[in-house]
């Protein structure tokens, strides 16, 4: 069964700082991995998508990476501002099951002034 | 496109009432998911639907539950009858087959 983990699951940096949130997984047998974000009491924002076949992907100040073979993902946020306070989220789509996207159980950003 | 539009927002209702939520996917995609998110559990998958079709639905905590897509434009959780324990916040989502997926801004239910 494909476990997802997020590490850690709290993180306070100062602005300006860079972020590094960390997502593994068990079953190295995924289709692709998507990261999102989720603003309290909101929905869940899609920030990126990364095929299996893929080893990162960017988007502004935004980088996934994705190592398959060893169940890891990582995403980075350069130069973090307090508007980037948010839980973020990894989930894998399995290889077997397209449709059951797993989550982590996420990671909660604060940027501090 | 306005999104994955879900109604209502909020819902509060007493025990053993019938609660129906609704979702309009992205036009086009032809995956749906329903998920609930609580605390406790975190984003738990219900089921989802292939070309309106449902695939699986192991995720459906009880009989209580039940989904719908008649066509490709509308979906439906229903739970009857509803009990305390149901509250969480509902989610439907939506993919172009493996793509990316987009999430609704979810119902909050709370059954008192």
């Known amino acids: 069964k494909q476990e997802v983990t997020q590490i850690p699951a709290a993180l306070s940096v100062p602005e300006g700082e860079n972020l590094v949130l960390n997502c593994s997984f068990t079953d190295s047998a995924i289709y692709n991995l998507q990261w999102f974000r989720q603003d309290p009491g909101k929905g869940l924002t899609s920030l990126l998508l990364i095929q299996s076949s893929q080893r990162e992907q960017t988007s502004g100040r935004l980088n996934a990476s994705l190592d398959k073979s060893s169940g890891r993902s990582t995403l980075y946020i350069a130069a973090s501002q307090p508007g980037d306070s948010a839980t973020y989220l990894c989930?894998?789509?399995?290889?077997?099951?397209?449709?059951?996207?797993?989550f982590g159980a996420g990671t909660q950003v604060v940027v501090t002034p | 496109d306005a999104g994955v539009i879900q109604s209502p927002r909020h819902e509060v209702t007493e025990m053993g009432q019938e609660v129906t939520l609704r979702c309009k996917p992205i036009?086009?995609?032809?995956?749906l998911f329903w998920y609930r998110q609580t605390m406790m559990r975190g984003l738990e998958l219900l089921i989802y639907?292939?070309?309106?079709?449902?695939?699986?639905d192991s995720g459906m905590p009880e009989d209580r539950f039940s989904a719908k897509m008649p066509n490709a434009s509308f979906s439906t959780l229903k739970i009857q009858p509803s009990e305390p324990r149901d509250s969480a916040v509902y989610f439907c989502?939506?993919?172009?087959?493996?793509?990316?997926?987009?999430f609704g801004q979810g119902t909050r239910l709370t059954v008192v």
């Open positions: 989930a894998v789509r399995p290889n077997d099951s397209w449709g059951k996207l797993q």
């Open positions: 639907f292939n070309n309106n079709v449902p695939i699986d």
């Open positions: 036009s086009g995609h032809d995956y």
């Open positions: 989502a939506s993919s172009p087959g493996t793509g990316e997926a987009f």
